[in-house]
């Protein structure tokens, strides 16, 4: 079944380097997302590319979508403690009348001090 | 402008007793998703409710229920619990399409 699949499954930087994690997909979507979860608690909506954009930025965030590779990736840039978490990617897709979010695994993100 | 809140923050059960978990969306939402987070798995789809009406369903048992009031509040209910359901339950809210945003989550232990 098509689902969004996070690479790597863990990373671990040091405080102020840049964080790189990658999505991939098998089917035609509408839009990516990335969402952030600390600690087993909820999820925050980080950002969301359609699939006629290329690239967004928010913040110290950078999401870029190549759709003929079917991958995204999420860039952290000058990573801080804080920054540590699980991220997650989202991929709608359209399922018959209705969209469907198919989730990913997550990359855990740890940025030590 | 208050978030997605659910309700308990925890909840322990033992196998064979049934389990309501309860959400409130952002107000003005219409379209609310329960998830399932089980240790070591990603984010499963569970149920989709919007306007009332259940929209889609995740590959789950019958068991697994719910409904969408009036208010657009929603209830998750799992009959005969068993000890795989043990897991983060997650609510979340839209108004159409796109961003979801989530609620902090119910965990549900069964003994």
């Known amino acids: 079944s098509q689902q969004g699949e996070e690479d790597p499954q863990a990373l671990s930087i040091q405080e102020g380097e840049n964080a790189t994690m990658n999505c991939s997909y098998k089917?035609?979507?509408?839009?990516l997302q990335w969402y952030r979860q600390n600690s087993g608690r909820g999820l925050v909506h980080l950002i969301l590319?359609?699939?006629n954009e290329r690239e967004k930025h928010s913040g110290r965030l950078r999401v870029t979508l190549d759709t003929s590779k079917k991958s995204s990736s999420l860039l952290i840039t000058a990573s801080r403690a804080a920054d540590t978490a699980s991220y997650f990617c989202?991929?709608?897709?359209?399922?018959?009348?209705?969209?469907?979010?198919?989730w990913g695994l997550g990359t855990s993100l740890a940025v030590n001090p | 402008e208050a978030g997605v809140t659910q309700s308990p923050t925890h909840l322990i059960k033992t196998r064979g007793q049934q389990a309501t978990l309860r959400c409130s969306p952002i107000?003005?939402?219409?379209?609310v998703y329960w998830y399932q987070q089980a240790l070591g798995l990603g984010l499963q789809f569970l149920l989709w409710?919007?306007?009332?009406?259940?929209?889609n369903r995740g590959n789950f048992p019958p068991r697994f229920s719910g409904r969408q009031f009036p208010n657009y509040s929603s209830e998750l209910n799992v009959n005969a619990l068993e000890l795989e359901d043990s897991a983060l339950y997650l609510c979340?809210?839209?108004?159409?399409?796109?961003?979801?945003?989530f609620g902090p989550g119910t965990r549900l232990t069964v003994l």
């Open positions: 989202a991929t709608e897709i359209n399922a018959g009348n209705n969209r469907k979010l198919i």
């Open positions: 979340a809210s839209s108004l159409g399409a796109d961003t979801q945003y």
């Open positions: 089917t035609s979507i509408n839009n």
């Open positions: 409710y919007d306007e009332g009406e259940e929209r």
């Open positions: 590319i359609r699939s």
């Open positions: 107000s003005g939402h219409t379209s």
